[in-house]
């Protein structure tokens, strides 16, 4: 093969491999806090699909039992943040994250097929092997659960400003 076809195929190659390599995900966050809210409630998400699509219940009651108290400041803050982000319409907004959140977990099960279970089950042992409720929020964040399709932090929309009365028609 002549040189400069083997450097091109070399080089092409070697942007597919870039393109090929796990890229960690950026938090969408400014505030740390509301990154590991999102973190955490994308790992909660993920733990009910696992028991409703692996037949897990009695391993997603026992993660919610020992967490209790984490679950429980995280609905207490994701309510927090939409009331502040969208105020009157705080739940609307806030349903529409959960039902997008567990629809886009049950979809990635879903092209698992058959894998699914095998390959991510052995969360719920992590989960229950932590020492601390204290270490669940870095587990979250450790396994990148929070889809790039799901809006967190984007701010709210801003209203449209009316036009000064002189301008309106």
Known sequence: MPRLVVRRLLAGLA???LL???VLAAPRCAAPADQSMFELFALKSELLVL????????????????????LLDLDKNLNAFFKKQNGGRWQAVAD???TDMANVRATMASR?????CPRNGMIFAEV????????????????DLLPAVIT??????????????????
């Open 15 to 17: 942007g597919v491999a």
């Open 20 to 22: 090929a390599q796990p």
């Open 51 to 70: 028991a409703i699509s692996c037949k897990r219940n009695e391993s997603y009651n026992a993660f919610v039992t020992r967490y209790r108290p984490v």
């Open 96 to 98: 529409d994250f959960t």
């Open 112 to 116: 698992m097929g058959g894998d699914h």
């Open 128 to 143: 229950m092997a932590l020492p601390s409720p204290s270490d669940l929020p870095a587990y979250a964040a450790g396994k």
């Open 152 to 169: 967190t932090c984007a701010a709210p929309r801003a209203a449209v400003p009316a036009r000064p009365a002189a301008t309106r028609r």
